[in-house]
Structure formats: structure tokens, C-alpha cells
């Protein structure tokens, strides 16, 4: 079966230092991947996906990027980490190809910048 | 480009009374749907989705959704609440042209008081 691993689950981490948050998938190949952004316990917001290695889709300009350097990895960075950036960052996979299927998330990570 | 919207922040329903939760989605093709609910500082677990055929599709926990086409809707609905059915609940779309994104809405914070 497939499994997803997202860490850490909490991180807090002061204004101006980098950012890596790592997700990896288990148990497919070529998933679609995803990162979302939550503020405050509401809405998800797309920050990036996925189809490939090195293939990567941005939704909102900011002060991140996302970077797939194997299959089932998918990571999270920031160079410099502001203030608004904190939230719950979760990461996401779905079956290639396949746009009727859903998505399976991680357990995310609470992010808190100081 | 695709749109989800969930008009209710919240939702408030007296445990054993039936449930709805709405939500209206814009896209230019074809739609695929997808409910999801979140429990405080977990990740999203996968409901129901509707791809194609019957209008009402019945998932997990007890939970159907019926998809009209033509109010662009596709309401969550429960007979009969339960207390443990509160927590964040968020509708999804995905469509065909834009085969990879999965857009969510901003949530509904269901209530079930005993």
C-alpha cells in the first residue's frame, strides 16, 4: 500500500533563517505531488505540484520554492524565512495521470516563524 | 481557472438532525469533485468524490453528496449527525484541462452539539 511521510510535524524557526521540509511517497511510481499552505485552520492554498523529477508548478509568487530531486521526494525551501510565512504545510500525492483520482495527504507541519 | 466555494464558515446542527454542508465549484470542462475533513492539526482525510454516472455518491463515515450540474453544486449531506462528525470540512475540484491541480475551498467548520 502507498504511504506518505511529511517531516517534521512541528518546526519553529526564526525570521531570516532557511526552511526544508521534506515529503517523500511510498509504496507508487511517477506520483503527482503537491504542497498546500493553511493559515489559521481554513482554506488550502496550492503553493506548488508536480507531475515529475524537476518538473515543478507555481501558484502563488513568494517567498518559497519546491524542488522534486527524485520520484517520490518533494521538498520545501525557503532561502530566508518571513514572518507571514508561518501555517500547517502539507504535502500531497495522487496516481499519475489519472485526474479523477484523489489525493492523499501528509500529516503536515506546523510551521511557526519568529 | 478553476473555483471552489464554500459560502458557510460554519455550520451548526444539533446531534441526530440531518447535515449539509455546501459547496460550488466553476471550472470549463468537466468536473471532478472531492470532500475531504480535517481533524485539528492532521492532515486531510478523503471522503467521497464524484467522476461521472449516479449523482449521488455515498462515502465514508456515513456521508453522500449530491452533484447538480446545473447549480454548479455538490452539497455534503448526512441523515443523522454525530458529535464526532464535527471537524474542518473542505470541498475540491479538479477538472481535465488542468489535469494535475486540485483546488480547495476555504472550509466549513462544522458544529455537532449534543
Known amino acids: 500500500s502507498q504511504t506518505i511521510h511529511q517531516w517534521p510535524a512541528t518546526l519553529v524557526q526564526p525570521v531570516g533563517s532557511p526552511l526544508s521540509l521534506e515529503c517523500t511517497v511510498e509504496g507508487t511510481s511517477n506520483p503527482n505531488l503537491y504542497w498546500y499552505r493553511q493559515a489559521a485552520g481554513r482554506g488550502l492554498q496550492l503553493l506548488f505540484y508536480s507531475v515529475g523529477i524537476g518538473q515543478i508548478s507555481s501558484e502563488v509568487p513568494q517567498n518559497l520554492s519546491a524542488s522534486r530531486p527524485q520520484d517520490r521526494q518533494f521538498i520545501l525551501s525557503s532561502k530566508k524565512l518571513l514572518l507571514s510565512d508561518s501555517g500547517f504545510y502539507l504535502c500531497?500525492?495522487?496516481?499519475?495521470?489519472?485526474?479523477?483520482?484523489?489525493?492523499?495527504f501528509g500529516q503536515g507541519t506546523r510551521l511557526t516563524v519568529v | 481557472a478553476q473555483s471552489v466555494a464554500q459560502p458557510e464558515d460554519q455550520v451548526n446542527v444539533a446531534e441526530g438532525n440531518p447535515l449539509t454542508v455546501k459547496c460550488t465549484y466553476s471550472v470549463s470542462g468537466n468536473p471532478y469533485l472531492f470532500w475531504y475533513v480535517q481533524y485539528p492539526n492532521r492532515g486531510l482525510q478523503f471522503l467521497l468524490k464524484y467522476i461521472t454516472g449516479d449523482n449521488l455518491v455515498k462515502g465514508s463515515y456515513g456521508f453522500e453528496a449530491e452533484f447538480n450540474k446545473s447549480q454548479t453544486s455538490f452539497h455534503l449531506k448526512k441523515p443523522s449527525a454525530l458529535v464526532s462528525d464535527s471537524a474542518l470540512y473542505f470541498c475540491a475540484v479538479r477538472e481535465l484541462s488542468s489535469a494535475s491541480k486540485i483546488i480547495f475551498g476555504s472550509g466549513t467548520r462544522l458544529s455537532i452539539r449534543p
Open positions: 500531497a500525492w495522487t496516481k499519475p495521470d489519472r485526474t479523477n483520482t484523489e489525493a492523499f
